[in-house]
């Protein structure tokens, strides 16, 4: 890729059918790892919204 984040045209026709290719066969464009907070996880167990849960602890 050329400096300052700019594309040639074939380079950016690359990244497009690349793209569509992954797109075909399914494949996600990234994966996102989220880590769940343990206050969030007992409070899942509980049954509980967050307003519910914020006033028991407040």
Known sequence: MQS???MTGEELGNTLLTSIR???QGKPAR???VEVLKAAE????MGLSQGE???RWT
Request: proline residues 0%; aromatic residues 12%; without cysteine.
């Open 53 to 55: 849960f914020a006033k």
């Open 4 to 6: 300052d984040d700019f």
């Open 22 to 24: 992954q797109m075909k």
């Open 42 to 45: 007992i409070r899942h167990r």
């Open 31 to 33: 994966e996102t790892q």
